[in-house]
Each structure stands twice: as C-alpha cells, then as structure tokens.
T-cell receptor
C-alpha cells in the first residue's frame, strides 16, 4: 500500500538553530500537508501545499511541494522552545479521498 | 464553531467487549477519516469515507467496522476489543471538493483494552 517515509525520526537541537525534515513517497499526491501535534492534542495544520514546486511560508516555517509530487520538505528557522512537538507530513489524493501520514518527527529544543 | 467532535475522550474496555467511537463534524465536509496513533508509528489510517454513503479500508482495518451515518457523522466500531487495539484514535474531516483542501482533527479518544 501507499507509504510515506518521514525523516528524521527525532531531533534534539539548540534554541536558535534551523531544522529540516522531509517526507518521501512511492506514490504521487496532489496535496501535501504539514501538521504539528502537542501532547494530549490532535494534530493542527501548519502549512498546506497544492502545486508541484510550490514554496509556502508560515512565519518561521517554510515548506515545499517536490517537483516529482512524491516528496515534501519542512524547514523551521531560528527554533524556539515552543516549537517542541511532533511534526507530521501527510499526502492527500483528492481523486480517492485517501489521506495518509508519515511516521512523524519528534522535535526537542534545548533553551 | 465546534469543528470535529469525538466521544468519548477516554475509555477502558475488557478484552472481548464491544464499543462504538463517535465522530461528528459541523463543517459540511465531504470526507471523514479514522486513524489510530501508537508510539513511533505515526497516524495510521483505519477507514475513510470520501463522501456520504461510501467507506473504504485504510492501512489497518482489521478488527474495526465503520458507518457513515450521514454527512456529519462517522462512527468506528470495535466488535470484540483486543489489547492490541489499545491506542489513541483520531477522527478527521476534509472538504475534498476542490484542489485547496486540508483535514481537521478531533481531540482524540484514548482507549485501553485490558
């Protein structure tokens, strides 16, 4: 079946550092979504990408929809302690309605 | 503006018991989803419903059934609970009616099967 491979699995960084994570798939998606989840909560949308090659920012977050439509990247610049959480990529096929998630990247930020 | 509402928030079941997890959305979305989240496994799709009247299996459907009762409600049923079904369950919905779409999540149901 379809799978999204998200890496790295976890990151422990110093406050102020930049962070990069990515997601790859064997299948093509026409929408890529990036979510953040905090303890005890459901995932919350950070960035949505709808076109191949699209680069979108949300504050210190920047995400890109890969040209092949099989991958996506999320960058966080100048990390702060409140960036701590689990980040998920998700691929949506609007043809089938299927939405699948990567395994998540756990981010810890040391003040 | 409730969004996606899941009930119950917590549940403890004995092995072999049955229960239904309820999910309702008030955003008039076409698609609804059920996921389970286990440590290190991310969110795995159990079942989804692309539109009212249709349901499809996801990655891990065994041991579960679903009902898309109407456009608002999508329930997940465990007929005979097993300890392996101990997990956090999330419901989500999406408009899925244009290229510009996203999914909104409920707060989760924490299920323990003993």
């Amino acid at each position: 079946g379809q799978q999204l491979n998200q890496s790295p699995q976890s990151m422990f960084i110093q406050e102020g550092e930049d962070v990069s994570m990515n997601c790859t798939s064997s299948s093509i998606f026409n929408t890529w979504l990036w979510y953040k989840q905090e303890p005890g909560e459901g995932p919350v949308l950070l960035i949505a990408l709808y076109k191949a090659g699209e680069l979108t920012s949300n504050g210190r977050l920047t995400a890109q929809f890969g040209i092949t439509r099989k991958d996506s990247f999320l960058n966080i610049s100048a990390s702060i302690p409140s960036d701590v959480g689990i980040y998920f990529c998700a691929g949506l096929s609007s043809n089938t309605g299927k939405l699948i998630f990567g395994q998540g990247t756990t981010l810890q930020v040391k003040p | 503006n409730a969004g996606v509402t899941q009930t119950p928030k917590f549940q403890v079941l004995k092995t072999g018991q049955s229960m239904t997890l309820q999910c309702a959305q008030d955003m008039n979305h076409n698609s609804m989803y059920w996921y389970r989240q286990d440590p290190g496994m991310g969110l795995r799709l159990i079942y989804y419903s692309a539109s009212e009247g249709t349901t499809d299996k996801g990655e891990v459907p065994n041991g579960y059934n679903v009902s898309r009762l109407n456009k608002r409600e999508f329930s997940l049923r465990l007929e005979s609970a097993a300890p392996s079904q101990t997990s956090v369950y999330f419901c989500a919905s999406s408009p899925l009616e244009s290229p510009n779409t996203e999914a909104f999540f409920g707060q989760g149901t924490r299920l323990t099967v003993v």
